[in-house]
């Protein structure tokens, strides 16, 4: 594997850069604030504050650039320009390789140069992704492809994120059982190493299309063997204008259904068919096919859930179908792995209720309800803040780690788009087709 410094990998050189990186940003947002309190414009400022956050976090890659994605959906994160800017940056390949640089990936991954390989590989990337770059190509046969290409040192980039990680899991563990975050630091720590082998991926997309059989609207791409390794992927191509685009376009009401609609089936319903959850549903990783289908990309971090976790969130699913709370939540997620921790078993129990009761209010209504306006994130969070004690005793299995993930990125995903809807008869479909899988 060559050995390129495309990458930056040092420890304390990435911290550094993300420890600049924040204290800029910050200063940036909160002069925004003031000027907006002062009933001034918006800064032009505020772009170069969101496009030196993609730089910076696209120079650095790996986990960093997973961390830009998480800024473009999250409400919080940044005030909504940014967010916009981000997100759309996101799309254009940052700091990308050179052509050189992608054929000595692919000649030491797969014997031969592209132009060898493939009857025609374009030059120019189409996207860069947290830890490889994609370009298109086509087969001998005429198969239209798409490759991702591993960056060269984002291995070593990404130890070096999870150690920073480390010393502050490590650190808080020691404070007791209360802040000890090890085994999700494990988890996540282990999802990003499965990220990095593309053989994974390629079986783990093999595995989401086979849970998605029962959708036909949902588009797959199919893994091309013969020219996939450990750092070349090779999966047919999808064409159509990502989420994204359609956010920007103004579509109908009717359209931000229709697409809200198949982003539910693209998570739940792998999940209530075969336990098998796509982990990574930021806008990028959707796209708008001609036919009216939705392509679902980037199984790197898909995940197959434990029984007892899926059968507990099933039986959730299941009640919000027909219209009922999800009730003894507490008890419930006790049986799917949770702990509760402290004096206070019942007051952990009745937290556990009320989360439930905001993240169920799209589906305990049978009126349309807007996603747009939809103040969950914001809602779930004050109940975290006003009893930090109690949420602290609230113990989840590390598998939930990426099952949540999935979750709040569709939630974030049709806030974004802005659907309204009624979501009750969504579930009852994907329950339908779940107990015929």
Same mark, same amino acid.
């Given at each position: 594997?060559p050995?390129d410094d !495309?990458?930056?990998?040092?420890?304390l050189?990435?911290?550094s850069r993300l420890?600049?990186l924040?204290?800029?940003?910050?200063?940036?947002?909160?002069?925004?604030q003031?000027?907006r309190?002062?009933g001034?414009?918006a800064?032009?400022?505020l772009?170069?504050?969101?496009e030196?956050?993609?730089g910076t976090?696209?120079e650095?890659?790996g986990?960093a650039?997973k961390?830009?994605?998480a800024?473009?959906?999250?409400?919080?994160?940044?005030?909504?320009?940014?967010?916009?800017?981000?997100?759309?940056?996101l799309a254009?390949?940052p700091?990308?390789?050179s052509?050189?640089?992608?054929a000595?990936?692919?000649? +030491?991954?797969?014997?031969?140069d592209?132009?060898?390989l493939?009857?025609?590989?374009?030059?120019?990337?189409l996207?860069a992704?947290?830890?490889?770059?994609?370009?298109?190509?086509?087969?001998r046969?005429g198969?239209d492809?798409v490759?991702k290409?591993?960056y060269?040192?984002?291995?070593?980039a990404?130890?070096s994120?999870?150690?920073?990680?480390?010393?502050?899991?490590?650190?808080l563990?020691l404070?007791?059982?209360?802040?000890?975050?090890? *085994?999700?630091?494990?988890?996540?720590?282990?999802?990003?190493?499965?990220?990095?082998?593309y053989?994974?991926e390629?079986?783990?997309?093999r595995a989401?299309?086979?849970a998605?059989?029962?959708?036909?609207?949902l588009a797959?791409p199919?893994?091309?063997p013969? @020219?996939?390794?450990?750092?070349?992927?090779?999966?047919?191509?999808?064409?159509? *204008?990502h989420?994204l685009?359609?956010m920007e376009?103004?579509?109908s009401?009717e359209?931000?259904?229709r697409?809200?609609?198949l982003?539910a089936f693209a998570?739940?319903?792998p999940?209530?068919?075969?336990?098998?959850?796509?982990?990574? #549903?930021?806008?990028g990783n959707?796209?708008l096919?001609?036919d009216?289908r939705?392509?679902?990309?980037d199984?790197g971090a898909?995940?197959?859930?434990?029984?007892p976790f899926?059968?507990?969130?099933?039986?959730?699913l299941?009640?919000?179908?027909?219209g009922?709370? +999800?009730?003894?939540?507490?008890?419930? @997620?006790e049986? +799917?792995g949770?702990r509760?921790?402290?004096?206070d078993?019942?007051?952990? !129990?009745?937290f556990?209720?009320?989360l439930a009761?905001?993240?169920?209010? #799209?589906i305990?209504?049978?009126e349309?309800?807007?996603f747009?306006?939809?103040p969950?994130?914001?809602?779930v969070?004050?109940l975290?803040q006003?009893? #930090?004690?109690?949420?602290l005793?609230?113990? *989840? #299995?590390a598998?939930?780690?990426l099952?949540?993930?999935?979750?709040?990125?569709?939630a974030h995903?049709?806030?974004l788009?802005?659907?309204k809807?009624?979501f009750?008869?969504i579930?009852?479909?994907?329950?339908?087709?779940?107990?015929?899988?």
């Open positions: 594997m050995d !495309h990458v930056q990998t040092g420890r050189r990435r911290l420890a600049y924040t204290a800029r940003t910050t200063g940036d947002l909160l002069a925004q003031a000027r309190t002062l001034g414009e800064s032009p400022d772009r170069k504050a969101a030196r956050i993609l976090l696209g650095l890659k986990a650039l961390l830009g994605q800024l473009a959906m999250d409400p919080d994160a940044l005030p909504a320009e940014a967010r916009r800017i981000v997100a759309r940056l254009q390949a700091q990308r390789m052509f050189e640089q992608v000595e990936v692919v000649r +030491a991954e797969l014997g031969h592209p132009d060898e493939f009857a025609a590989f374009d030059r120019e990337p996207a992704a947290s830890l490889g770059q994609v370009h298109g190509a086509r087969l046969d198969r492809v490759v290409v591993q060269p040192g984002v291995d070593r990404l130890e994120d999870l150690a920073n990680a480390a010393v502050l899991v490590r650190g563990s404070t007791g059982e209360t802040l000890d975050g090890r *085994p999700y630091y494990e988890e996540v720590r282990a999802s990003l190493l499965r990220e990095l082998d053989v994974q390629a079986e783990q997309c989401y299309a086979q998605a059989r029962g959708y036909p609207e797959v199919e893994v091309v013969d @020219l996939s390794s450990l750092r070349v992927l090779c999966l047919t191509r999808l064409r159509g *204008p989420l685009e359609l376009s103004n579509p009401d359209e931000r259904y697409v809200g609609r982003l998570i739940w319903g999940f209530y068919a075969a336990r098998r959850i796509h982990a990574d #549903p930021h806008p959707f796209l096919l001609p009216g939705l392509g679902v990309l199984f898909t995940k197959l859930l434990s029984e899926a059968a507990t969130y099933r039986s959730f299941e009640a919000n179908a027909q009922k709370r +999800a009730m003894q939540v507490g008890p419930a @997620l049986r +799917a949770f509760f921790i402290g004096d078993v019942q007051a952990a !129990h009745e556990c209720q009320r009761d905001i993240v169920e209010r #799209p305990q209504t049978d349309p309800y807007d747009g306006a939809d969950m994130v914001q809602d969070r004050r975290v006003s009893q #930090p004690r109690v949420a005793a609230v113990k *989840p #299995p598998e939930a780690i099952f949540y993930r999935a979750a709040t990125g569709l995903d049709l806030r788009l802005k659907v809807g009624r009750r008869p579930l009852r479909e994907i329950e339908a087709r779940g107990r015929l899988a």
